[in-house]
């Protein structure tokens, strides 16, 4: 794809034509040289300061669904997922107290493999339905086996034992009969 990319520019600059109708060039420039690796740009990226916390909780819901379709791996640094999770933070930062927003933020950087921020967001929040006593045992097991790998194992104990009370997994399991 990037091997396309470059030679699209390529073709672009060494277009050596003399047409006197620019506007012909230029859109067909602007259509070769679109980045070939992101195609699911979103065509509104509204400022989610700009917006209102609901208004903001809408959009993060319409870009996830989005990137869904358009990524077969969620990461934050995909586009869809970041302006997602960009409004979800807007609308858990503007009503701080609104637990649907709270949750899906959680969600969302769990999604996007984001742990810690997944780890910290579930930690803020009471009385987990099952679902998310899941996803926030998962964040907690990343954390404990990262911590592991460096070789810090009190780190790991504490995202074991935190994972553990929210959910018991295998993985949580597996890296508890590692620990000392």
Same mark, same amino acid.
Do not use: C
């Given at each position: ?24 060039? &230029? =859109? &067909? &420039? ?8 992101? %195609?699911? $740009?979103?065509? #509104? ?5 700009? %917006? ?7 959009? +993060? /819901?319409?870009? +996830? @669904?989005?990137? =869904? @379709?358009?990524?077969? @791996?969620?990461?934050? #640094? ?7 999770? !960009? ?6 930062? %503007?009503?701080?107290?609104?637990? #649907? ?5 959680? /969600? ?21 339905? !099952? ?8 964040s907690a097991a990343k954390l404990a086996?990262?911590?592991? /790998? ?5 780190? +790991?104990?504490?995202? @074991? ?12 399991? $597996? ?6």
């Amino acid at each position: 794809m990037l091997t396309a990319f470059a030679l699209a520019g390529l073709a672009a600059a060494q277009d050596t034509s003399t047409t006197t109708d620019t506007t012909q060039t &230029t =859109d &067909t &420039t602007t259509q070769d040289t679109a980045p070939a690796t992101d %195609m699911a $740009a979103p065509a #509104d990226m509204s400022m989610p300061a700009t %917006m209102s916390a609901s208004d903001n909780y809408a959009k +993060a /819901q319409e870009f +996830a @669904v989005q990137a =869904d @379709v358009a990524y077969p @791996v969620p990461f934050y #640094d995909r586009t869809l997922w970041k302006a997602s999770v !960009d409004h979800a933070y807007y609308a858990a930062a %503007m009503e701080q107290g609104n637990r #649907d927003y709270n949750a899906y933020l959680a /969600q969302l950087y769990t999604k996007t493999q984001w742990w810690i921020n997944a780890y910290n967001a579930w930690s803020k929040l009471t009385d987990l339905n !099952d679902t998310e006593k899941q996803w926030a045992s998962l964040s907690a097991a990343k954390l404990a086996y990262l911590a592991l /790998q460096r070789g810090d194992t009190e780190t +790991a104990r504490m995202y @074991v034992d935190k994972g553990m009370a929210w959910a018991d997994s295998a993985s949580l399991q $597996a890296i508890m009969k590692r620990l000392p």
